[in-house]
């Protein structure tokens, strides 16, 4: 084994330790999350880290077999994380405020 192989092996080991490092902190923010979209974000996160770890392995082995499955969580994890701020963002929309006056508090509509 050349130096070259030896020194992508290792820099190869030093990402996975890194992925599993925040793996293991997103872990910690999914558990404590203060809100609902902290633990959105974080569960992207992971997604993202699952990708990344298919590419380390993908790297290390040096095999094309998980680019399709890269693929897929990448659209897989675009796709939950639209669905997941779409409804925050219908969930915290504001409500109008009622109308002095008005009993219901909606608007009125013409004649």
């Given at each position: 084994m050349?130096t070259?192989?030896n020194?992508?092996?290792?820099?190869?080991y030093?990402?996975?330790?890194?992925?599993?490092?925040?793996g293991?902190l997103?872990?910690a923010r999914?558990?404590?999350?203060p809100?609902m979209l902290?633990?959105?974000l974080?569960?992207?996160?992971?997604?993202?880290?699952?990708i990344a770890?298919?590419?380390?392995?993908?790297?290390?082995v040096?095999d094309?077999?998980y680019f399709?499955?890269?693929l897929?969580l990448?659209?897989?994890?675009?796709?939950?994380?639209?669905g997941?701020?779409?409804f925050?963002a219908?969930?915290?929309?504001p409500?109008?405020?009622p109308r002095p006056?008005?009993?219901?508090?909606t608007?009125?509509?013409?004649?």
């Amino acid at each position: 084994m050349s130096t070259t192989e030896n020194v992508d092996r290792w820099l190869l080991y030093v990402a996975v330790a890194t992925i599993v490092v925040a793996g293991l902190l997103l872990l910690a923010r999914i558990w404590r999350g203060p809100s609902m979209l902290d633990r959105a974000l974080s569960l992207d996160v992971c997604a993202a880290l699952i990708i990344a770890g298919l590419g380390a392995r993908a790297a290390l082995v040096r095999d094309t077999f998980y680019f399709p499955i890269m693929l897929v969580l990448a659209f897989l994890g675009f796709t939950g994380s639209v669905g997941i701020a779409r409804f925050i963002a219908v969930r915290d929309r504001p409500r109008p405020h009622p109308r002095p006056g008005h009993p219901t508090g909606t608007k009125e509509t013409g004649p």
